[in-house]
């Protein structure tokens, strides 16, 4: 199947995209709305998330160039000193910022 990249052509791209992002956002809370949360499932859903995130950055540390470390680095160190993610976030990223700036 393919769609011609004329105006309409986009148009119904956009559409489709905005139909499956719309229903895998009102789709999630939808089905667990049936479903019972017990401290299991609770459990469940939080290693869940922290798994996730996990999986995103390990590749990132591992073969990331060192702007990645610096803010990886530097983000989870304010974040454990000031336990508040908007600093630790701008920090790493003004880290990466200025380790790039410095060896390119």
Do not use: H
Not at 21 to 39: A, C, D, E, H, Q
């Amino acid at each position: 199947m393919s769609i011609e990249t004329t105006s309409t052509g986009v148009l119904m791209i956009i559409a489709v995209m905005t139909l499956v992002t719309l229903l895998t956002r009102f789709g999630g809370p939808f089905l667990m709305s049936y479903v019972t949360i017990s401290p299991r499932i609770e459990s469940f859903i939080n290693t869940m998330a922290s798994s996730v995130l996990i999986a995103i950055l390990t590749p990132m540390a591992v073969e990331g160039d060192w702007g990645a470390r610096a803010a990886l680095g530097t983000t989870a160190l304010l974040m454990l000193t000031l336990r508040k993610p908007l600093p630790a976030i701008a920090g790493g990223i003004l880290a990466a910022g200025l380790v790039r700036y410095w060896l390119a």
